[in-house]
């Protein structure tokens, strides 16, 4: 079955940046839609990004746009969140999912994805 390992996650100042990857194993990634999201301490679960399987289509939460870019490395395996100008607000657990849907319909939504990751923390101060 499918698996989702995160990593990559820590503290940085505001403005800073960091890198996460999330490393899958045990099925077809590259047949794969692959999502982010994060969950901050008493909010909900919320859409990070999200890429298609050639890495042709990528959808961004608005509060992300122009700071945080999604990338996929198909021969590694791997899905990527390049995150700059990191804010305090980005503060969260950060999950990579998976769908096996084949069509990008609800991408950004995470009842659609149907493996998750265990998170990763990411912490920016102020």
């Known amino acids: 079955q499918v698996q989702l390992v995160e990593s990559g996650g820590g503290l940085a100042q505001a403005g800073g940046s960091l890198r996460l990857s999330c490393a899958a194993s045990?099925?077809?990634?590259?047949?794969?839609?692959m999502g982010w999201f994060r969950q901050a301490p008493g909010k909900e679960r919320e859409f990070v990004g999200a890429i298609g399987r050639s890495g042709g289509s990528i959808y961004y939460a608005d509060s992300v746009k122009g700071r945080f870019t999604i990338s996929r490395d198909n021969a590694k395996n791997t899905l990527y969140l390049q995150m700059n100008s990191l804010k305090p607000e980005d503060t969260a657990v950060y999950y990579c999912a998976l769908r096996t849907s084949l069509t990008l319909a609800a991408v950004r939504s995470s009842g659609s994805y149907n493996y998750w990751g265990q998170g990763t923390q990411v912490t920016v101060s102020s």
């Open positions: 045990g099925g077809t990634f590259s047949t794969n839609i």
